[in-house]
């Protein structure tokens, strides 16, 4: 019987908190490579590839596992595929194993170090690349650290026999790596966005930055919904799906990732266009008011319906559940609105535009703690898309413009959160359905005719 060898994690234990800690520089960059400019370049090379570094150590331990078929290894050992080291079954257990979450955060690790050289920014300034790059880096760095428990199970990195616990990611079949390969498409493009969509200079780069990954979207989303479908998880649904939340952590953290990605694509970076065609700002805090009040009270109203849908806690759990995580979300987005008082207030209603970037990247903070992020995502979609519209008809330099599309539009949206939408989700097997296919067209509908009536009023913008 093989005798297990001192792991990774537990000869260097400090390499995984001292990559977390390398990783919480990362939204530093600009001002780390401002300082090296006197200090010299040796600051900026340290600051951007520590975690390169760490994340590379760590991958070298599974390859050098792999390629002495250690079954000794927890990875190896604990999946049985070293028996026959011709067969293939260790380099898969690397793909499918514990060594995929680190491959995936290579990827984007790399990706965002190199960013600046995407064609779609090509002809921008050199500022300009250099905030794409400062920008992808604060998102990878944060979502990687608020997402630390699924990258890094406790068990890819301790002795074969100090942990029984399986890796977070399954290894049966190819559906671990297709969770990976989403992971790292959806971030990528989640990142591009999230740019794009939170740098306020114009630059045609910007656009073109966006433009392309909204297309991709469009491709990943089906595609990421089509193999969802495809999980025992959703085909087999019923209620000890909820109750069994906590177990199908990748599927929810690909979840929150898609979430963040149409956020961006719909909202967040519309916004940018709408917001300044709002006009000077007359009824600008009345505007505030009336959103931030309409968007939290529909956050809680559809998060609560969803909730009690799901029938699988006894009493009124779902709700006392569904109230406590939106009373998170909403303390968030409250905190956030004190930003521009502190100089962050770049954008032209910077108190809107902190609620809604809060509102489509609070998920993955609840998520670190809370399996039940998911039936927050389709109320946060129609909160953001209220965002969006009011100020349209409460600030007065616009309310008396708005089309009649634009009040259609809004009228039957209304209608469809709360009046169908209620119906639908207490059919049990079509609740996901709800979550992953209607609601999400909420937000692209409205910014869609918001853009078309601001294009039409201003038609040489």
Not at 190 to 216: C, H, P, Q
């Amino acid at each position: 019987m093989p005798v297990p060898h001192t792991m990774l994690g537990d000869d260097v234990p400090w390499l995984v908190p001292l990559f977390a800690i390398s990783l919480m520089a990362w939204p530093m960059a600009a001002t780390v490579e401002k300082k090296s400019i006197e200090k010299g370049k040796w600051l900026k090379t340290i600051h951007n590839y520590l975690p390169v570094l760490f994340l590379t150590l760590m991958i070298l331990d599974r390859i050098i596992a792999v390629l002495n078929n250690d079954l000794s290894h927890s990875d190896i050992a604990k999946y049985n595929a070293g028996s026959n080291p011709m067969n293939g079954g260790a380099w898969m257990t690397f793909l499918r194993g514990d060594g995929l979450p680190e491959l995936v955060l290579m990827s984007l690790l790399l990706f965002s170090l190199f960013v600046n050289r995407l064609p779609s920014i090509s002809q921008s300034p050199n500022r300009i690349k250099e905030l794409v790059r400062y920008r992808v880096m604060c998102f990878v760095s944060l979502v990687a650290l608020f997402s630390f428990t699924v990258f890094f199970p406790d068990s890819a990195y301790q002795n074969a026999d100090s942990l029984t616990s399986q890796s977070t990611w399954p290894t049966e079949g190819i559906g671990p790596f297709w969770y990976g390969l989403l992971t790292v498409t959806i971030l990528i493009v989640a990142a591009e966005l999230f740019a794009a969509s939170t740098i306020v200079e114009n630059d045609l780069g910007l656009v073109k930055l966006a433009t392309k990954a909204k297309y991709k979207l469009a491709i990943i989303f089906p595609i990421t919904i089509f193999l969802f479908t495809k999980t025992d998880a959703i085909q087999n649904l019923n209620s000890t799906f909820w109750l069994d939340l906590e177990h199908y952590y990748e599927l929810i953290f690909i979840a929150v990732f898609l979430h963040m990605a149409i956020s961006f694509a719909t909202i967040l970076e519309p916004a940018k266009y709408l917001d300044s065609k709002l006009g000077a700002g007359g009824g600008k805090t009345k505007s505030l008011i009336i959103t931030s009040i309409s968007a939290f009270f529909f956050l809680a109203i559809v998060s609560i319906i969803f909730a009690q849908s799901m029938d699988s806690i006894s009493g009124n759990g779902e709700v006392l559940m569904a109230i406590w995580l939106v009373f998170s979300i909403i303390l968030i987005c409250v905190i956030a609105m004190f930003f521009p008082t502190m100089g962050f207030d770049a954008t032209p209603r910077p108190e809107l535009w902190w609620i809604r970037l809060v509102m489509s990247i609070s998920p993955l903070f609840v998520a670190a703690f809370s399996p039940y992020v998911l039936i927050l995502l389709p109320a946060i979609w129609f909160s953001l898309a209220l965002s969006l519209v009011i100020p349209w008809y409460v600030e007065e330099d616009v309310k008396d413009t708005n089309s009649t599309q634009l009040n259609i539009t809004f009228v039957l949206v209304a209608l469809f959160a709360l009046l169908i939408v209620p119906n639908i989700l207490y059919q049990l097997n079509m609740q996901l359905i709800v979550a992953w296919l209607l609601m999400p067209l909420v937000p692209l509908l409205m910014s869609s005719v918001l853009l078309f009536q601001a294009r039409k009023q201003n038609p040489t913008s």
